[in-house]
C-alpha cells in the first residue's frame, strides 16, 4: 500500500484547508484509514479514523478536532480526504496518510507527510 498525500500549505487561523491523500497497491485488505499529525518532540497523534463496512463509512476523531475536521473517502478514486475546519495555531503539524491491511497480521502504513502551518 502506498500513500501519497497533497494539500498542505500555509492558512491563517480560523480558516480551513483541504487534504488528499491519493491510495495505491493492494486494496481490498485495508481495514481502515486515517490522518495522523506530528509536531517536533512529540509522538504522531492519530487525529481522525474512517472504516468501511458493505453499506457505510463511520468516523471517529481526536478530541482535540472533534467538530472542526471531517474525513472522507472516494472508494471509487481511492482517494482519502481531511477537511480542516476553523484551524488554530495548535493545528500546526506534519500531516500525516494512515491505513492499516489485515493480511495474516496487521500492517501499517504511513504517507511521506505534508506540512500545514496555521497563522495567528
Known amino acids: 500500500v502506498q500513500l501519497v498525500e497533497s494539500g498542505g500549505g500555509l492558512v491563517q487561523a480560523g480558516g480551513s484547508l483541504r487534504l488528499s491523500c491519493a491510495v495505491s497497491?493492494?486494496?481490498?485488505?485495508?481495514?481502515?484509514m486515517g490522518w495522523g499529525r506530528q509536531v517536533p518532540g512529540k509522538e504522531r497523534e492519530l487525529v481522525a479514523l474512517?472504516?468501511?463496512?458493505?453499506?457505510?463509512?463511520?468516523?471517529s476523531y481526536a478530541d482535540s478536532v472533534q467538530g472542526r475536521f471531517i474525513i472522507s473517502r472516494d472508494n471509487a478514486k481511492n482517494m482519502v480526504f481531511l477537511e480542516m475546519n476553523n484551524v488554530l495555531p495548535e493545528d500546526t503539524a506534519v500531516y500525516y496518510c494512515?491505513?492499516?491491511?489485515?493480511?495474516?497480521?496487521?500492517?501499517?502504513?504511513w504517507g511521506q507527510g505534508t506540512q500545514v502551518t496555521v497563522s495567528s
Open positions: 474512517i472504516t468501511h463496512d458493505d453499506t457505510h463509512d463511520t468516523s
Open positions: 497497491g493492494r486494496l481490498l485488505d485495508i481495514i481502515d
Open positions: 494512515y491505513a492499516r491491511e489485515l493480511v495474516a497480521r496487521i500492517n501499517t502504513y
